[in-house]
């Protein structure tokens, strides 16, 4: 079931190619795109889409997130080594599995029950150990924080102030904001308590973030 071929291998030194060719220069990113076994994290059905440069549905009504637009977010947040990343939306997985590529500590939070048992089973069973949480996006997690950075994976109908306060002062935070249909990209850096500098960065589609959480 764990298997990464030469096949798999070849599909995503072409995806990397194509990331690439749509404009993402950032070379460490790519490689850590290229060590994550895409394939697993998708319906056994959906292995032959795994290296298309598209979102696909997993379960729970929610999707993993286009290589491209992960690498994007990716490379907003500046990541460094040693960065301690809050990840709003877990998902399947796969965008926690970049960002420990790159050496960052990943703290994640999912509020759908059934992703959040999967994910924590099987992320370890590929090597990523990231801190799992079930819980409400919109809250964080402040007894971890500050955040160097944080990422949401979602589309946040507005940025939750309880999230800016958990950002780090120079901290970079990265989420779609916006409608249901279409969202624009912010990356907002945290001069100070009150005084943010935000940077729109293209329009984006992603599923709703929402409030509570989801124990069914």
């Given at each position: 079931?764990?298997?990464?071929?030469?096949?798999?291998?070849?599909?995503?030194?072409?995806?990397?190619?194509?990331?690439?060719?749509?404009?993402?220069?950032?070379?460490?990113?790519?490689?850590?795109?290229?060590?994550?076994?895409?394939?697993?994290?998708?319906?056994?059905?959906?292995?032959?889409?795994?290296?298309?440069?598209?979102?696909?549905?997993?379960?729970?009504?929610?999707?993993?997130?286009?290589?491209?637009?992960?690498?994007?977010?990716?490379?907003?947040?500046?990541?460094?080594?040693?960065?301690?990343?809050?990840?709003?939306?877990?998902?399947?997985?796969?965008?926690?599995?970049?960002?420990?590529?790159?050496?960052?500590?990943v703290y994640t939070i999912?509020?759908?029950?059934?992703?959040?048992?999967s994910v924590q089973k099987?992320?370890?069973?590929?090597?990523?150990?990231?801190?799992?949480?079930?819980?409400?996006?919109?809250?964080?997690?402040?007894?971890?924080?500050?955040?160097?950075?944080?990422?949401?994976?979602?589309?946040?109908?507005?940025?939750?102030?309880?999230?800016?306060?958990?950002?780090?002062?120079?901290?970079?935070f990265v989420a779609p904001?916006?409608?249901?249909?279409?969202?624009?990209?912010?990356?907002?850096?945290?001069?100070?308590?009150?005084?943010?500098?935000?940077?729109?960065?293209?329009?984006?589609?992603?599923?709703?973030?929402?409030?509570?959480?989801?124990?069914?």
């Amino acid at each position: 079931m764990l298997n990464d071929t030469h096949r798999h291998k070849g599909l995503r030194k072409k995806l990397v190619d194509e990331l690439r060719r749509k404009g993402i220069a950032n070379e460490e990113i790519l490689e850590a795109i290229n060590r994550v076994p895409r394939h697993l994290f998708m319906d056994s059905g959906f292995i032959d889409h795994a290296y298309v440069d598209k979102a696909f549905p997993i379960a729970a009504g929610q999707t993993i997130s286009q290589p491209y637009t992960v690498a994007f977010q990716t490379s907003l947040l500046e990541v460094k080594r040693g960065d301690k990343i809050l990840e709003i939306g877990t998902g399947s997985g796969y965008q926690a599995a970049v960002l420990l590529e790159l050496g960052a500590r990943v703290y994640t939070i999912e509020r759908q029950k059934e992703l959040f048992m999967s994910v924590q089973k099987f992320l370890p069973k590929i090597g990523y150990h990231p801190q799992f949480f079930f819980g409400d996006g919109y809250l964080g997690k402040e007894n971890y924080g500050p955040f160097d950075k944080i990422l949401i994976t979602a589309a946040a109908p507005y940025i939750p102030d309880e999230l800016l306060k958990q950002l780090k002062t120079n901290g970079i935070f990265v989420a779609p904001v916006g409608g249901q249909n279409a969202q624009k990209m912010l990356k907002i850096i945290k001069k100070g308590e009150t005084d943010f500098e935000t940077t729109e960065c293209g329009d984006f589609v992603f599923v709703p973030m929402l409030k509570g959480t989801d124990g069914q």
